[in-house]
């Protein structure tokens, strides 16, 4: 039977094919969808991240990493659709303004929505406007912002601002993450909540909204 270790050495090799294939193997043995996502493929990519830092990986192959780990997650996204998932409540996410990075927004993403979220993944490099657009639009419980860099830390108050520019802050609760954020930076921006990582990303939602989402 296929192990999660093997598949975060598929993630870490860029070998979206392999990837795939365990994926399918683990989740067709009875391996639940989030143990997969936490035990494999995060895992990968937080090997991906560190070998990175030190210059031992370089971004083409962080690129086939990450498509590799995208690639497994369509076909979790696949099975979740054959049953009928409640939904835990509506969530906005996005990496912010002149922000590229997606690697850790995507897992964040993909935790929530195999809690039963209702994602809406508007992408990297958003404006606090666009953001705002996307809260009239979709009406969400929660915005969920990411910034992996320092230089771009400051548009998530931006974006808070705009939020209570436009009257909609205190319809929803917002919160932050990424590499270079800490909850004292959360304190001071206004955001109701950060999390290190997306195990406790979904763990906030579920505290600030309530809900009792779907648990491992
Ligand atoms: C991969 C990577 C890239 C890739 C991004 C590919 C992609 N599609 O995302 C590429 C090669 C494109 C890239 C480019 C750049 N990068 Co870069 N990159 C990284 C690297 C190595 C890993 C980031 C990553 O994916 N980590 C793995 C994921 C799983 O972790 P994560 O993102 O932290 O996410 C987790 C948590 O933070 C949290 N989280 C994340 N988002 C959110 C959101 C919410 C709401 C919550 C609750 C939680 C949460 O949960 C996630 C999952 O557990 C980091 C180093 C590092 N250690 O962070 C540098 C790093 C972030 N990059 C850096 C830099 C400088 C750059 C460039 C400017 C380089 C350049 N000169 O061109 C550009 C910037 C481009 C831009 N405008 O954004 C610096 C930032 C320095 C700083 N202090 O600002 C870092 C720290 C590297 C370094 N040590 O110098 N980068």
Redesign the pocket.
């Known amino acids: 039977m296929a192990n999660f270790e093997e598949l975060s050495q598929a993630v870490l090799d860029g070998d979206g094919d392999k990837a795939v294939e365990l994926t399918k193997d683990l989740l067709s043995s009875g391996v639940d969808a989030q143990d997969v996502i936490a035990k494999g493929l995060?895992v990968g990519?937080?090997k991906?991240?560190?070998l990175?830092?030190n210059n031992e990986m370089f971004?083409p192959e962080?690129?086939m990493s990450?498509a590799a780990m995208n690639s497994a997650v369509e076909v979790i996204k696949e099975g979740q659709n054959d049953f009928d998932m409640p939904s835990s409540g509506k969530v906005v996410?996005g990496?912010v303004k002149?922000?590229?990075?997606?690697?850790?927004?995507?897992?964040?993403g993909m935790?929530m929505e195999s809690n039963g979220y209702t994602v809406y993944d508007l992408g990297?490099?958003i404006e606090p406007d666009k953001f705002v657009d996307a809260v009239k639009e979709y009406k969400p419980d929660i915005v969920?912002?990411?910034?992996?860099?320092?230089?771009?830390m400051m548009e998530m108050k931006n974006t808070i601002d705009a939020l209570v520019e436009a009257g909609l802050r205190d319809s929803i609760k917002v919160?932050?993450?990424?590499?270079?954020?800490t909850q004292g930076f959360a304190d001071e921006i206004g955001a109701d909540?950060?999390?290190?990582?997306?195990?406790?990303?979904v763990e906030?939602c579920k505290k600030l909204t309530g809900v009792e989402a779907l648990s491992a």
């Open positions: 995060i990519m937080e991906v991240g560190e990175f830092k971004v962080v690129l990450a996410l990496t002149g922000d590229l990075h997606d690697i850790g927004k995507n897992l964040v935790m990297v490099d969920a912002m990411s910034a992996l860099l320092t230089t771009t919160i932050i993450g990424g590499a270079p954020i909540g950060y999390a290190e990582d997306a195990a406790t990303a906030l």
